[in-house]
């Protein structure tokens, strides 16, 4: 599998990005896809996540701002972010929330991530 994620940048409070993974594995079109993000010194925490057939979940603090969204055509998870804060600031995931993608030596892949940054 291959992860890559892409959107990322830094912008003002209140601004907006829109953030693209796509997904290179035949199982895309079967499972829910979310986003994950890490601030500096926390933990890597979904804040989004859409099933196979598009239902969506988000976490509370983002609820309202963010969409996320997908093509199982273009087996492609996007997430669309409006007014963002400061506290947005980290690098942005995506991976299958209810589906382990292995590496070669066995942990959990994830993708390069795309940092986002808000600037006050």
């Known amino acids: 599998v291959q992860l890559v994620e892409s959107g990322g940048g830094e912008v003002q409070v209140g601004g907006s990005l829109t953030l693209s993974c796509a997904a290179s594995?035949?199982?895309?079109?079967?499972?829910?896809m979310g986003w994950y993000r890490q601030a500096p010194g926390g933990q890597r925490e979904l804040v989004a996540s859409?099933?196979?057939?598009?239902?969506?979940n988000y976490r509370d603090f983002v609820k309202g701002r963010f969409t996320i969204s997908r093509s199982n055509a273009a087996n492609t998870v996007t997430l669309q972010m409006n007014n963002l804060q400061p506290e947005d600031t980290a690098v942005y995931y995506c991976?299958?929330?209810?589906?382990?993608?292995?590496?070669?030596?066995?942990?959990?892949?994830w993708g390069q991530g795309t940092q986002v940054t808000v600037s006050s």
């Open positions: 991976n299958a929330p209810k589906h382990t993608f292995y590496t070669a030596a066995g942990s959990r892949y």
């Open positions: 859409i099933t196979a057939g598009g239902v969506t």
């Open positions: 594995t035949s199982m895309f079109g079967f499972i829910s």
